[in-house]
């Protein structure tokens, strides 16, 4: 599991440790979270986009605090595909579901509608005067007179998105915490595929970097698609590829 503190609550020596909490990571193996990601009300519908082998690649419960005034709790607009080193992109679907009442104030989705039909963009840390947070990249240039749409949800609603998508979330405005759990489904048939010289080598750069001060394994020894593979878990038919 991975825990993502917000870097401007994390550095406040008056906030409480726990507050700074802005997402849970790679909790595939966590028995009660788990659950959210076999529920038959999500995985029939991710099934009509993959067909029958169904895996959880990623798995994330948000937690997006109220902003302490540096807006770092916005995320900024970004392609989630641009973190797989995993293809086909149309046999890939995320599933983000409200936990409670998701609107403006508190930082809910915001996407632009079509732009999964473009093709992977050029992605950076932007340029933010009260910091960003680590690993939110956004992407470089597209265009802001795009439509926006701002995805008010309601608790368990559910929206199912393409990895090509363009989409991010606002400041949270308010008092409370925003939450939201999602997972990212893959056909077990995908194909692993090389980064190098890609738009992608700069965080798969980044994450072998973490993967290494974390492990102490040298990032040399670290395939990308090895830590892909162990963060992914059958929900329905079979992998592709044989565990090591
Ligand atoms: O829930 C959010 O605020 C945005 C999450 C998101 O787009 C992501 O983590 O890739």
Redesign the pocket.
């Known amino acids: 599991m991975t825990i993502m503190r917000d870097v401007s609550i994390a550095k406040s020596e008056f906030v409480p440790d726990q507050k700074a909490v802005t997402?849970i990571q790679t909790w595939h193996t966590d028995d009660v979270l788990w659950e959210y990601c076999c529920l038959p009300q999500i995985v029939d519908y991710v099934e009509c986009f993959l067909g029958p082998d169904v895996l959880a690649m990623h798995t994330?419960l948000?937690n997006?605090p109220p902003d302490v005034g540096k807006l770092s709790s916005r995320?900024p607009m970004?392609q989630?595909l641009y973190y797989f080193p995993f293809r086909p992109a149309d046999r890939i679907v995320c599933a983000?579901t409200a936990m409670e009442h998701v609107h403006r104030q508190n930082?809910c989705?915001v996407v632009l509608p079509g732009s999964h039909k473009g093709a992977l963009l050029q992605h950076d840390y932007p340029e933010w005067e009260g910091g960003v947070n680590k690993m939110y990249h956004g992407v470089r240039d597209y265009n802001p007179d795009h439509p926006r749409i701002h995805l008010e949800m309601q608790p368990g609603d559910t929206v199912f998105f393409h990895p090509l998508l363009i989409?991010?979330?606002g400041t949270n405005r308010t008092e409370g915490f925003r939450k939201?759990i999602s997972c990212h489904y893959s056909t077990g048939l995908c194909d692993f595929v090389n980064l190098k010289g890609t738009v992608q080598e700069v965080i798969e750069n980044e994450v072998l970097d973490l993967a290494e001060k974390n492990t102490g394994i040298p990032k040399a020894q670290i395939k990308y698609e090895d830590i892909w593979k162990f963060r992914s878990r059958v929900v329905r038919g079979k992998k592709g590829w044989e565990e090591d």
């Open positions: 997402k994330m948000i997006k995320h970004h989630d983000w930082g989705l989409h991010g979330s939201a």
